[in-house]
Structures are given as C-alpha cells and as structure tokens.
C-alpha cells in the first residue's frame, strides 16, 4: 500500500516504476505525474499486475494511465482505477498504451482527458482487451472512445467491453458497447450486458466468481464490482 505523491521522469508509478516480476494484491492512493510512461500504481508493466486498485489523480506528457502507463508483453487482471487522469499522448483511465498483452476482468471509473488518442480504460490499444468497462468522463482530441480511444487494426482486440454513453459522453462504435446507466447497473436489461462475464450467483462453471453486482447501489454506486478487489 502507497500513499504518498509520486512525480519524476520515465516509468513513475505510484508504487512501482517498471514491473517485469509479480505484483498482487497491492493498491496505491497518492498523485502521480512526470513524463514518460505514468501509472497510478506501475509505470510500465512486462509482468503481472493482479487484484490492484489506485485512487490517485494522475497527470502527465506522454502514456499516461490510472492503473499503469504502458502494457509491453504482460498482463493486468481483476484491477481497477478511479482517479482523474489527464496528459497529452495515449492517455487511459486505466491503462494508456498496451502493447501485445492483455488486459482482463478490469473497469475505470475516473475523468479521462487529453489532447490524442483518449479512452476512458485505455488510451490506445495493440494487445487484448476483455470483460472490462469504463464510466468516468472522457475528453480530448481524436482519436477518442468511451472505452478505447484506438484500437489498431490487425494488433488490438475487445472482448466483451463496455461504456456508459451518458456519464463518458462518447458514442463510437467497434471499440467496446456503449450502454446506458440503467443498462451498465442491470436495472434496465432490455439490452444484453456484460455477455459471458463471470458473476457471482450464476450456475458454476468450475471458476471462481470475479465479478458482483448490488443492484441496490449500496455497492461501487451500483455498478460491477471485482468480488476480491474492492
């Protein structure tokens, strides 16, 4: 667990700068900002990043994320971010560039914004995105998705991946689902959302159950929430 404020020059995090082991079950709450690749919680990440949550306010020049800057041959699964996240290239509320490597099982909730390629969970994409949402605002120049702001052709992928078109303010289309409030909070299910996602209560299918939902709001305002991360 980091709490203090971070800032500096290439791979900052807000607890590690570049990841090429194993981190578990580690969270980050302080504000991060530099130039480079900037993650609320790794810098840059080669390795595995699972059950990890950062809070923090994160800004900067250049691959900017609420979780970690920059994916490169590695993995992120069953985290989250909800700090506002702000800077000029591949910015993500998440993640801001990932590059062949998978990102599973994860949401964004923080205020996206920057001048190119902006997504309220990833800025730009070239690995494999799945089971994943975002809600928070998303602003910038183009290219620019609810979800993902770009998702290259021949090099990135979403699997079931969703955003809500009311809160991020966006409506593009072949980079994740947009919904709307009531249907990301299931209390409208008139639309099929979060198709072959792993919900606790559901028949058992020989996996543990990664995500829950409390339909009263009590619980993440209503929203999916990571059944061990939250």
Known sequence: HATGSVSGNNNVGGLIGA????????????????????GGLVGINGGTVSDCHATGE???????????????????????????VSGTDEIGGLVGFIYESVV????????????????????????????????????????????????????????SGYY??????????????????AQMKLTDTSVATYSGWDFAGETDNGTEDTWSIDTSGAINSGYPYLTDNH
Do not use: W
């Open 58 to 84: 994160i800004s900067g020049a250049g691959k900017v994320g609420g979780l970690v800057g920059i994916i490169d041959s590695g993995t992120v699964s069953g985290c989250y971010a909800t700090g506002a």
């Open 104 to 159: 599973r099982d994860c949401y964004a909730t923080g205020t996206v914004s920057g001048t190119d390629t902006i997504g309220g969970l990833v800025g730009r994409n070239m690995g494999a995105v799945s089971f994943c949402y975002a809600i928070g605002d998303v602003s910038g120049s183009d290219p620019v998705g609810g979800l993902v702001g770009e998702n290259t052709v021949d090099a990135g992928t979403v699997d």
């Open 19 to 38: 990841n090429g082991g194993i981190v578990n079950d580690c969270h980050a709450t302080g504000s991060v900002s530099g130039s480079g690749s900037i």
């Open 164 to 181: 809500n078109t009311e809160t991020t303010g966006q409506g593009d289309t072949g980079k994740g689902e947009g919904r709307t409030t």
